[in-house]
């Protein structure tokens, strides 16, 4: 059933995506006959093609710095039935250069989000872009340039910034927030980058996480030793990473989303133990008449400190395994 669900809402998606790339009219409300919006990529009516050294003609400045481009040094063997240049992107530029018309050229100021992206997929149409059209990204309206400056990148994937961090941060500011806190993932430091667990082009798992399966399988690319299996299992260890850890940062220790014992508590009760003064008779632990309280109410991982799973029954306790000490 919830297979069906998924299906159903994929359809829906995709449905829409198709509508909202299917519609014709004159895109900047030039002459008759200019650039003319069709189902996805855009053309240009009766243009044909006539090499980027045209084009560097007037746009001198741009054609210059584009020389050390990729984009500009991918041969036409390479690609059999793609244009390659300056109107593998802008289209047919015969009657922009004749005319000096710009609405005879692909501008892409004048492109939709949808527009704009599907000039990219024309030739960027691998594994890795699967699901950019159901991504959180295209569906908010975020195109390939909105990270991406062809003409000015400043990377090998032509990113409009330096690093992922400072590229990122300009819309996730809530999210940037958290690596500034005590305990955090190494990723102002530089060490990882957003893109180390998230895929920007989409993924099947939520928040386009780098998995097809789930999400923990991001952890564990590098928590190998918190994968398991193990004989005695931590249910939500299994289930999600995030029921106890908020990956971006936290105030509270190893990410933690509360310190202990108020986050084990969510789940679990005191030991009875906490409710019993020393001065009863009962073995004591430390000194004073609050020592069982302190003892039993500060760090639970001081006795279960195999808390991601353990394979070793633990001692002599009724518990088992399940008490996950040892």
């Keep these: 059933m919830k297979r069906f669900f998924r299906m159903f ?7 829409f995506t ?4 299917t519609f014709t009219g004159s895109l900047g409300g030039g002459k008759e006959g200019g650039m003319s919006r069709y189902i ?5 009516k009766d243009a044909t093609y006539v090499g980027s050294e045209t084009c560097g003609g007037c746009h001198s400045e741009i054609f210059e710095r584009m020389k ?22 802008h289209g047919p530029g015969s009657k922009h250069a004749e005319e ?13 989000s949808f527009q704009a992206s599907d000039v990219c997929l024309k030739c960027h149409s691998d594994a890795k872009m699967l699901h950019w059209g159901d991504s959180k990204h295209a569906m908010v309206g975020v195109s390939c340039m909105g990270c991406h400056d062809v003409h000015n990148g400043k990377d090998e994937y032509l990113l409009k910034e330096t690093t992922a961090l400072s590229l990122c941060s300009q819309c996730h500011q809530d999210i940037t927030s958290k690596i500034y806190l005590p305990s955090h993932h190494p990723i102002r430091e530089g060490k990882i980058g957003c893109d180390g667990c998230h895929n920007p082009h989409g993924s099947e798992v939520k928040f386009m996480l780098r998995s097809v399966k789930r999400l923990n399988d991001v952890c564990y690319e590098c928590h190998q030793d918190k994968e398991g299996p193990f004989l005695y299992e931590h249910e939500p260890v299994s289930e999600r990473c995030t029921i106890c850890h908020e990956p971006h940062g936290t105030v509270a220790d ?3 989303k509360q310190n202990e014992p108020f986050l084990c508590l969510q789940c679990h009760e005191f030991h009875f133990h906490a409710e019993l003064p020393s001065n009863t008779g009962t ?15 500060t760090r639970c991982t ?4 195999q808390i991601h799973g353990s394979d070793e029954p633990s001692q002599s306790l009724g518990g088992h395994g399940k008490a996950l000490i040892r």
């Design 302 to 305: 001081i006795c279960h400190y």
């Design 68 to 89: 050390g481009n990729i984009h500009m040094k991918i041969a036409k063997f390479e690609v059999p039935g793609y244009q390659t240049g300056c109107e593998g992107c």
């Design 283 to 297: 073995p004591q632990v430390g000194m004073g008449a609050g020592s069982m309280t302190r003892a039993f109410t």
């Design 18 to 21: 198709f509508y909202s790339c």
């Design 254 to 256: 190893n990410l933690l």
């Design 100 to 112: 000096m018309d710009p609405t005879y050229i692909i501008n892409f100021k004048n492109l939709n």
């Design 9 to 15: 809402f994929f359809l829906i998606v995709a449905g």
């Design 40 to 44: 996805r990529y855009p053309t240009i």
